[in-house]
């Protein structure tokens, strides 16, 4: 086989029974590449698992319950994601959501104070909503004028805990998402997920990244941040050998309209990810082990 060929083939191998933990798809607030049906579709069409569904908006899991029931398999998992959509840090929304599956649970993305700080508002700077929503002036922040916590944060952990679920930190500072993975793994819960920390809204020193990994925190590392040149493709993967695939999880953070295709994408990122170094079982760690431990999907 040709050299393009021999990598071809590494490529499909890898991404075989792969988990994108990160997937924005229709409908959506923002304009989307795909909806869930032509992701499912896309998803069927590639040796990929699934994806998890990700909405700034509402929650997921009855959306993962369709999509599965037409796709005759587990092909969508649900989540929410705790904007003032959901009614902020609101652990009657995360109990009902976590009832009805959700696996993962978001802490405010695009209501969080820091996020409106650092773009001016709920949107992004080249992104808008396909709708007019109301203007958010003054965003979501878990601790008050001390530093502390709010005692609902502790309510939704708890919650989390309960259900053997995911708590990730989304666009938070980066002083409330650090106290939210230390106080998340003082509780007892597992999955506790770093979101993004290389995105500009909060990007994190690896120094730091790598310190959270050693107490237990998974970073993930999106193809998305590459492609909107938060971070370069080598410093991403320095950083993922830095901090240690085992620590990892890979996801795409894809569906925005200038994107690709999840399968694609994936496609994409792991072949520059081998071409910059990391080993063909780094990447199996962090595109299948990983993500099956925080979704809790059990065999292979």
């Not at 929650?59 to 959509?85: H, W």
């Not at 695009?110 to 002036?137: Q, V």
């Not at 830095?242 to 295709?261: F, K, P, R």
């Not at 760690?285 to 059990?298: E, G, Q, V, Y």
Request: proline share 4%; hydrophobic share 40%; with cysteine.
């Amino acid at each position: 086989m040709m050299q393009n060929e021999v990598l071809s083939a590494q490529i499909e191998e890898l991404i075989t029974q792969a988990i994108d933990t990160h997937v924005h798809s229709a409908p959506s607030y923002f304009p989307r590449l795909f909806d869930d049906l032509q992701l499912r579709q896309d998803i069927l069409n590639s040796p990929m698992t699934g994806v998890v569904l990700k909405s700034h908006g509402q929650a997921t899991p009855e959306r993962a319950y369709i999509g599965n029931k037409l796709a005759a398999r587990e092909v969508f998992f649900g989540s929410i994601t705790l904007n003032l959509f959901n009614g902020g840090i609101n652990p009657v929304a995360v109990e009902a959501e976590l009832l009805m599956g959700a696996k993962i649970v978001w802490f405010p993305t695009i209501h969080a104070a820091n996020h409106i700080k650092f773009y001016g508002g709920s949107n992004y700077k080249n992104m808008k909503t396909t709708h007019a929503l109301p203007d958010i002036k003054e965003g979501i922040k878990i601790i008050d004028k001390d530093g502390k916590l709010l005692p609902e944060v502790d309510e939704v952990l708890t919650a989390v805990k309960k259900y053997d679920a995911c708590v990730a930190t989304g666009h938070m500072s980066i002083e409330e998402s650090v106290l939210l993975c230390r106080r998340a793994l003082a509780l007892g819960i597992k999955k506790v997920v770093l979101t993004h920390p290389d995105f500009e809204t909060q990007r994190v020193p690896v120094p730091l990244q790598a310190e959270l990994a050693k107490e237990g925190v998974f970073i993930e590392k999106t193809a998305l941040n590459v492609r909107w040149k938060s971070i370069t493709m080598a410093d991403m993967a320095k950083s993922i050998l830095d901090i240690g695939a085992v620590h990892c999880i890979i996801s795409t953070d894809y569906g925005q309209v200038t994107s690709l295709s999840i399968p694609q994408g994936m496609r994409e990122y792991v072949s520059d990810l081998l071409n910059n170094g990391i080993a063909k079982e780094d990447i199996e760690i962090m595109l299948k082990k990983n993500p099956r431990k925080i979704l809790d999907i059990k065999g292979d």
